[in-house]
């Protein structure tokens, strides 16, 4: 198999074992364990990408709270870590450098989603994001991002929720259930050494069949549309020219998935 780049996006909350804000916040008491078993599950995806494709070229992007929980001396040395915010892309920074496949690993499934661990979308500021008349969490709203470079995301990992929420958008993507959502802080969990190796198995799979993965494109226009938790951060919204306000949903027309990323990242920043 010719080399290729992958692009590995790590997020915490779809973690196996993880549960509560303590284990993902760095405030936490159970922080340092949280971006331990985070790192582990990072390193078990690098080892099955590179199972299946040994000069594969591996991006690991962090892509929780600060983007700084993998702990770097411990990510597997042939991967390279894509560190800190904020950055372009943000959760899928690196996808600049062309990437030919995208994996989500430790994703969570959309604000409001019942029975599923610590759900929301991109930050508590945000309620809903609805483009193109559909609502999608962080797990929708990367893959059209992707999408937009061309590249298919070949596999997605997190609670049964989250994994539900790819499937609903890429029917044929291939899926790492790590654990059971019984409610917003409450899992029935595999051991983090189980999902760790169903992790491996799936990211070699996952990239032995990348050719029969196709992108996901975003229907157009591109009309976005966020309903804001608080009504002062749709006031600064407002401020932003080309976003349009009725209440606390905000709404603008995007030229491109990237555009739209761009502004849904400063939405996320300016709300508490
Ligand atoms: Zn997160």
Do not use: W
């Given at each position: 198999m010719a080399a290729i780049k992958v692009l590995i996006s790590v997020d915490m909350e779809g973690i196996a074992g993880i549960v509560h804000p303590a284990e993902t916040t760095p405030?936490?008491?159970?922080?340092?364990r949280g971006r331990a078993l985070m790192t582990a599950a990072a390193n078990a995806v690098v080892a099955g990408v590179l199972d299946a494709a040994p000069a594969a070229e591996v991006l690991v992007a962090d892509s929780h709270g600060?983007?700084?929980?993998?702990?770097?001396?411990?990510?597997?040395?042939?991967?390279?870590?894509?560190?800190?915010?904020?950055?372009?892309?943000?959760?899928?920074?690196?996808?600049?450098?062309?990437?030919?496949a995208a994996m989500f690993?430790?994703?969570?499934?959309?604000?409001?989603?019942?029975?599923?661990?610590?759900?929301?979308?991109?930050?508590?500021?945000?309620?809903?994001?609805?483009?193109?008349?559909?609502?999608?969490?962080?797990?929708?709203?990367?893959?059209?991002?992707?999408?937009?470079?061309?590249?298919?995301?070949?596999?997605?990992?997190?609670?049964?929720?989250?994994?539900?929420?790819?499937?609903?958008?890429?029917?044929?993507?291939l899926t790492v259930p790590v654990k059971r959502g019984l409610g917003q802080y409450a899992a029935d969990t595999l051991?983090?050494?189980?999902?760790?190796?169903?992790?491996?198995?799936?990211?070699?799979?996952?990239?032995?069949?990348r050719d029969e993965h196709r992108p996901v494109a975003a229907s157009r226009p591109l009309d976005i549309e966020v309903d804001l938790h608080q009504p002062r951060t749709a006031d600064l919204a407002a401020l932003i020219p080309g976003i349009a306000r009725t209440g606390r949903t905000v709404t603008f027309a995007a030229e491109d998935m990237t555009a739209a990323y761009g502004l849904l990242q400063l939405l996320a920043h300016i709300g508490p």
């Open positions: 405030t936490g008491g159970d922080y340092e600060p983007y700084r929980n993998i702990l770097p001396e411990d990510l597997d040395r042939r991967a390279r870590l894509i560190r800190g915010k904020p950055r372009e892309l943000g959760m899928l920074a690196g996808l600049q450098a062309g990437a030919q690993v430790g994703y969570h499934a959309r604000a409001g989603a019942s029975g599923a661990v610590l759900a929301h979308t991109i930050a508590d500021a945000i309620l809903d994001v609805r483009i193109a008349g559909r609502s999608h969490g962080e797990i929708g709203i990367n893959t059209l991002l992707a999408g937009s470079y061309g590249v298919p995301v070949v596999l997605a990992s997190g609670d049964d929720a989250a994994c539900e929420e790819f499937t609903a958008l890429v029917p044929d993507g051991h983090p050494q189980e999902a760790c190796d169903r992790l491996r198995q799936g990211a070699s799979q996952a990239v032995s069949r």
